[in-house]
């Protein structure tokens, strides 16, 4: 099925061990773990989702002819628990999850209908000691995957939504305005704010809104050109920000972006997307979201992210050194009298924390050694009686010693 | 370092020339259509310029293959994707129009039947604008030779791009109503604009700068590029 695919071994195994990491430096930072089912009804998914992500949902009947569709992200979820099992849970909550999210439409995620996604949410928390955190948490997430060469831009929604309440515009311009923007079109942006007469520093922010990056020095260049609160609000928000990624000591990678365009009407606060090294589209993206927990009946701010797992996959895949997949650590084969011993022996080795995998059928010498390549195990332990065994590994000759003395050597511990 | 090469895809066919000579007054690089049409990918100091089909340009740009690509705002309207549209390049004007047998009773939207029937290579933009008129249509999709579809009865009338007119002229038609006019425009990458600002920021502002100066006569338009 197109947009579809299946993970093979060492796909899924990459794909498992960055969201086990990701995670994992949640879990560090104190976000608890939720799960929350793959269906939802699409009353509830219609509280937090805009109409195109609406358009995109996977939707089906269940039994009782009730509409309900496959969630294309978590965070709506995690805000109906929030405000519905967990109401009575204290605020801030930090939670976190993982799994495949799914939408109909194939562009999106690069022909990708389905998408491994790990999130995580501070919810009941303002302002910037909260923005800083879910920033630098994405980062450290982006790392803990062995990701070594990535950035974070971050920017405030608010700082356009006070640019178009400034700019003085008649209404439809505006809906046109906002429109090219999302659509992320400059040139028809141009053409609707040169058709006003008015001119404004505004105009030429929001002409030059792709260029609006730097660090702290653009603060001062932004700041000298608006005149209106809410987006002054906003650059000293970044600001504060800025300073305190610094001391979680992430200085070296984030960026400012005054002009990053996201969904105006669900982001309120600062947001941020993470960039790896050679790749179209971010691999994390977040932000303050203050409005959606109210829908739920549970007004409370909230910021968060998600780590778009596929996207960790490709880039470590592709990297001039892709991650090392663990090998198999022994194949143990027996003969005749030698299944007992092989059973014993296979448990023990798992009890170092060691893979082995044990045959299923007696073998001759000859046939375990084609057995051993066969499953590409490290190394090959072949069990004759309940005394003796073979090993055999690579580069080196094959020994005959008692099982036990075997595990000791495998293990690492001296025989 | 090896990535601040900026990418730039080009589009096969009308706009080639338009795209070339705007590269070489922008001072980014001088190719012939020849050098880029045998070799589809040709790499200089600053850029590397590839050569791909017209409809193919926002996907390489899109998936971060290209910084930049120069398409035709007709591509972008049946292609719309997560790439910025920065510049207007102002050459390869063009219409998408509505164009009817010469001999029909069609003409402005008070006359059109119901159910308009069309041919067209863009249906997207098509369904989109006849539905903002309020006008039902039925979009036959076609790939080539639309002009020929209205003369063997299969359609009422063909939403095409016509620069001159000169081939709807030559097929007895005539235009009914213009759907959009479309240039060459200057489109980028999302990610690029982020991770590598300078170098492709610098490059949209050399290509704006041209856009912007008014053509120079044809003699005259060998400027000593520096790379």
């Known amino acids: ?415 | 370092m090896k990535k601040e090469r900026v990418s730039v895809a080009l589009a096969t066919g009308a706009l080639l020339p338009g795209a070339l000579k705007i590269l070489s007054r922008a001072g980014v690089a001088r190719l012939s259509g020849a050098e880029l049409g045998r070799q589809l990918l040709v790499d200089r100091p600053a850029v590397r310029v590839i050569l791909v089909r017209p409809a193919d340009v926002p996907a390489y740009v899109d998936h971060g293959a290209a910084d930049l690509g120069i398409v035709g705002k007709d591509v972008l309207w049946e292609s719309p994707g997560a790439h910025y549209e920065l510049v207007d390049l102002r050459f390869g004007d063009c219409r998408l129009v509505l164009a009817v047998p010469a001999s029909s009773k069609l003409a402005g939207p008070e006359t059109w039947p119901p159910l308009l029937r069309v041919a067209t290579k863009y249906p997207r933009t098509t369904a989109s604008w006849f539905e903002a008129h309020g006008q039902s249509v039925e979009v036959v999709r076609l790939h080539g030779s639309v002009e020929l579809a209205p003369q063997v009865g299969l359609v009422d009338g063909i939403v095409d791009l016509t620069a001159s007119g000169r081939t709807l002229r030559e097929n007895k038609l005539r235009i009914a109503a213009i759907l959009g006019s479309s240039t060459a425009r200057l489109i980028a990458n999302q990610a690029s604009l982020k991770t590598r600002t300078a170098a492709v920021q610098s490059l949209v502002g050399r290509l704006r700068a041209a856009a912007e100066q008014p053509a120079r006569p044809r003699a005259a338009a060998s400027p000593a590029a520096k790379q």
């Not at chain 1, 987006?231 to 984030?254: I, Q, W």
């Not at chain 1, 990053?260 to 790749?279: H, N, Q, S």
């Open chain 1, 1 to 415: 099925m197109p947009g579809f695919r299946d993970l093979l071994p060492n796909e899924a195994e990459v794909l498992r061990e960055a969201q086990e990491s990701v995670l994992g430096e949640m879990r560090r930072w104190g976000y608890r773990h939720v799960i929350t089912p793959m269906v939802e009804s699409t009353e509830v998914l219609e509280l937090g989702l805009g109409p195109e992500q609406r358009r995109r949902l996977f939707k089906f009947t269940d039994a009782r002819g009730e509409v309900v569709a496959l969630v294309s992200e978590r965070t709506v979820p995690v805000a109906r628990v929030v405000a519905g099992k967990l109401r009575s849970a204290p605020l801030p909550m930090r939670l976190c999850y993982a799994g495949p999210v799914l939408s109909t439409d194939e562009g999106r995620f690069q022909q990708r209908r389905e998408t491994y996604q790990v999130g995580a949410e501070l919810v009941g928390a303002s302002g910037v000691v909260a923005d800083a955190e879910v920033i630098a948490l994405a980062a450290r997430c982006l790392e803990a995957t062995g990701l070594r060469r990535y950035q974070v831009d971050v920017g405030h929604s608010e700082f356009f939504q006070g640019i178009m309440d400034a700019v003085k515009l008649p209404a439809d311009v505006k809906a046109g305005v906002r429109g090219a923007l999302a659509a992320r079109d400059f040139v028809a942006l141009e053409e609707l704010l040169s058709r006003t007469t008015l001119r404004s520093a505004e105009h030429e922010l929001l002409l030059r809104f792709p260029a609006l990056r730097g660090g702290a020095e653009i603060l001062k260049a932004a700041g000298g050109l608006v005149r209106n609160h809410r987006s002054e609000r906003a650059l000293s928000e970044l600001g504060r920000v800025l300073e305190l990624l610094g001391t979680h000591g992430l200085g070296d990678v984030v960026s400012l972006d005054l002009g990053a365009i996201r969904d105006f009407d669900y982001y309120t606060g600062i947001i941020f997307e993470g960039y790896g090294p050679d790749l179209g589209r971010p691999v994390a993206q977040g932000g303050r979201y203050d409005g959606l927990l109210a829908r739920f009946g549970r007004p409370a701010p909230a910021t968060g992210f998600v780590v778009q797992l596929d996207l960790v996959w490709e880039m470590l895949t592709r990297a001039a050194r892709p991650p090392e997949l663990p090998r198999l650590d022994a194949a143990v084969a027996w003969d005749a009298a030698g299944l007992a011993t092989a059973l014993r022996l296979g448990s023990t080795l798992r009890l170092f924390g060691m893979r082995a995998v044990v045959d299923t059928q007696p073998r001759n010498h000859k046939e375990a050694v084609d057995w051993w390549r066969a499953v590409g195990a490290v190394n090959l332990v072949h069990c004759h009686t309940s005394t003796s065994t073979s090993w055999s590994a690579p580069g080196r000759r094959m020994l005959k010693l008692p099982p036990e003395q075997v595990a000791g050597r495998l293990a690492g511990s001296p025989a």
